[in-house]
């Protein structure tokens, strides 16, 4: 994907809150508002990585640095970029997921193993 315009970004990133909204929809409403929160960074932070894995692709993990005489092989700021948010992208999908086992904790509260005559 090449750098979309800032349009097309806020595009991506609203379909992607809406995918991930849609799992998180019987959440209880305390818990969908901390949900709602996440859901916003991590679609923010799904397509700004996808746009820096575009890059690293392209223009590869690191490049030649000229300064006069000097040269060097440095890192890409992208991959540097990448390389953060990706640790920040993962706890924070952590957390989201967190909330689920809160359903899931609710429905095995559901279910005493007796069956309703």
């Given at each position: 994907?090449?750098?979309?315009?800032?349009?097309?970004?806020?595009?991506?990133?609203?379909k992607?809150?809406?995918?991930?909204?849609?799992?998180f929809?019987e959440?209880?409403d305390?818990?969908?508002e901390?949900a709602?929160?996440l859901?916003?960074?991590?679609a923010?932070?799904?397509?700004?990585?996808?746009?820096?894995?575009?890059?690293?692709?392209?223009?590869?993990?690191?490049?030649?640095?000229?300064?006069?005489?000097?040269?060097?092989?440095?890192?890409?700021?992208?991959?540097?970029s990448?390389?953060t948010?990706?640790?920040?992208?993962?706890?924070?999908?952590?957390?989201?997921f967190?909330l689920?086992?809160?359903?899931e904790k609710?429905?095995?509260d559901?279910?005493?193993?007796?069956?309703?005559?």
């Amino acid at each position: 994907m090449a750098k979309p315009s800032k349009k097309k970004q806020e595009e991506l990133i609203a379909k992607e809150a809406d995918r991930l909204h849609s799992i998180f929809l019987e959440l209880p409403d305390d818990k969908r508002e901390v949900a709602k929160e996440l859901i916003e960074r991590i679609a923010f932070m799904t397509i700004q990585l996808q746009i820096l894995e575009d890059t690293i692709k392209t223009k590869g993990p690191t490049y030649t640095f000229e300064n006069g005489s000097q040269k060097m092989i440095i890192e890409n700021p992208a991959q540097k970029s990448y390389n953060t948010m990706i640790n920040r992208y993962t706890a924070a999908y952590d957390k989201l997921f967190n909330l689920l086992s809160y359903l899931e904790k609710n429905d095995d509260d559901d279910n005493d193993g007796f069956e309703e005559v």
